[in-house]
């Protein structure tokens, strides 16, 4: 049985809302709510589901750059919730994230070096010489050549400039990498040798990934297990060849068959959703995908459904099952 790197356990954020014309105040966002999940050590967890479902607050609230409302993030063995800001500041080292925009993660004012070597000198691991080394060796690693040291941003393409993110990432030997969209904003032939270079530095540097992403081919290509989020909520959990060719969940399915399939001879029924997707603000009672769902029955409304296993790593919230 593999480690276990990372567990979530009922992780919720909410955001209070101001109040305004047409907003009462002290009404919150539901963003992320009751969110349960883990990582083995080595593994690729893929996340995906549409704009706005929470996925990008979810890795935030894990690594703690926002602070959760409530629940459990359990890393190494501690409750990171728990750790104050010196030991949190600590066990950072341990945990990083590679941003979705290219152009805006990387400050436009420092040079390449600067931006991958400032992590080091934070925690006391090389300065000057030891650390332009270091850092010449890290870009190596990402495809990249040592001259780039001393350029800014601005000189580097979108391609160039995440493959800086990823080097920036790498920079301290974390055990965990949380990828928010990492390819969403690159070219498509880009997005390939981007992929590529993520799954050999996993290899190369022992990583674990918790992988974002709205491109269902993209998640399927790089990852072992994906969860699908709706509305704050994980819905369904499954070994990804599972729950690409047995989905259980209308919304996992209605996601699936949307997507595109790159054989123009081949057809497949479309599942179209009706409505728009609630607000989060007010969200629906019971099953929060019954508003929308194809094939809902009564007691969908009214009572919340559990994530329940369904089979050899797959769990699924929904009544049907």
């Known amino acids: 049985m593999p480690e276990t790197l990372l567990e979530v356990r009922n992780l919720t954020k909410y955001f209070s809302l101001k109040g305004g014309l047409f907003r009462n105040k002290g009404e919150v966002v539901h963003a992320v709510d ?41 890393f190494l063995g501690h409750n990171i919730l728990q750790l104050s800001s010196e030991e949190m500041r600590k066990i950072r080292r341990e945990m990083q994230i590679v941003f979705q925009d290219p152009f805006a993660s990387l400050n436009p004012h420092h040079k390449v070096s600067q931006i991958v070597g400032q992590s080091l000198e934070v925690h006391d691991i090389a300065t000057g010489a030891k650390r ?12 990249m050549s040592a001259d780039d040291m001393n350029r800014y941003p601005h000189a580097f393409s979108g391609g160039q400039r995440q493959r800086i993110g990823i080097a920036r990432a790498l920079a ?26 993520m799954e050999n530095l996993k290899n190369e540097f022992d990583l674990s990934y918790i992988f974002i992403s709205h491109d269902l081919g993209v998640i399927e290509y790089i990852s072992d297990r994906v969860g699908v989020m709706y509305l704050g909520k994980i819905v369904e959990v499954a070994e990804s060849a599972d729950l690409y060719y047995q989905p259980l969940h209308p919304y996992t399915k209605a996601l699936l068959a949307a997507a595109p399939i790159p054989d123009p001879e081949k057809k497949k029924e479309r599942i179209l959703l009706e409505g728009d997707v609630p607000s989060p603000v007010h969200p629906p009672s019971g099953c ?29 919230s929904c009544h049907l099952i």
């Open 34 to 74: 009751g969110v349960d999940l883990y990582l083995s050590k080595g593994e690729t967890f893929g996340l995906v589901g549409e704009s706005g479902c929470g996925k990008s607050t979810l890795a935030r609230a894990i690594l703690r750059l926002i602070e959760p409302t409530s629940g459990e993030v359990r």
């Open 132 to 143: 332009d080394q270091m850092v010449s060796e890290l870009l190596e690693k990402v495809g």
């Open 172 to 197: 301290l030997r974390p055990k965990l990498i949380i990828g928010d969209e990492p390819v969403s904003a690159l070219d498509v032939s880009i997005r390939a040798q981007v992929l590529n270079l």
């Open 288 to 316: 929060r995908f019954h508003t929308r769902c194809y094939c809902q029955i009564n007691v969908c409304d009214r009572v919340e459904p559990a994530l329940k296993k369904v089979g050899e790593n797959h769990f699924v």
